[in-house]
DNA sequence: GTTGACCTTATAGTAACTATATGGTTTTTA
DNA sequence: TAAAAACCATATAGTTACTATAAGGTCAAC
């Protein structure tokens, strides 16, 4: 199959199956006389597997291990194991920020009110003000 | 003040400091004859505003728009306070989708566990597994 | 007079695409 | 059959908010 129906095939653009080619994620596939590229079933389940990561938020390079370990299946899966134990902390991290972020911005979104001028916003007062206090 | 001397005060890097200015965040301070950049103490203010922004997640976007609210003081304030309720509305947005994605990884890596090979990795056939299910 | 700290500009790299420009090929349609 | 539409190719630049590097000018101290 060319490219286009691969992308139709795996909802991704044909830009992005080339970005990951380049980038050594996708198997470079065959070429037509033309230079086409020539798509097998196996690149189409790579892909879908990338994307798959992708949806998990894995970065290319996790899921460049990833697939360094599935080239060798004999080995323990441990480091499988660890790369998403890693992936899982890493994502709540996030969420721990973004939610301390939050609490902030709705205390902050809890000085003001409509109907003041810019220069009694209490939003922008609140950035403003300095956090360091002199006694 | 020096470009050094600022981002010891703000701690920020100078190179930071002279991209903010490139972006337009910073007005382009005086220079001494040799070239070197003079900051004033509303330089550290604003630099400082723009930090605490940056704390808060602010894109330079938002926080060109900020600037340009205030140079405008007697505007009503709503634009401001429309401004925080969408950045908070971002935040929210990305708070849920990080929790949907921890459900997720945490139940892909609950069904692995260690001491098997990466053929029989429980995650790995996670992934693979396509959600296109044939009757 | 040279070391070191400081300053300058310009350029490239980061992540994962996305968009654009330019041109060749194939298929459809008038 | 010829033109239009759809498809393919490569190369390059843009996105965000910096960070790093290169190559060089300026200034104080030793
Ligand atoms: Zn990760
Ligand atoms: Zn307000
Ligand atoms: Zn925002
Ligand atoms: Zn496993």
Known sequence: MRIGQ??????????????????????????????????????AERLAFIRRCRILNLSLAEIHKLQSYQDDPHQPCS???????????????QITALQSLEKQLVSLRGSCNDGREVEACGILAGISERSTKAP
């Open 6 to 43: 691969l992308a139709r095939l795996v909802d991704v653009d044909t830009q992005t199956i080339r970005f990951y080619e380049q980038q050594g994620l996708l198997p470079p596939p065959d070429r037509q006389e033309n230079g086409y590229r020539v798509y097998t079933d196996k690149h």
């Open 79 to 93: 480091a499988v194991n660890a790369l998403l134990d890693d992936h899982i902390y890493h994502v709540r991290s």
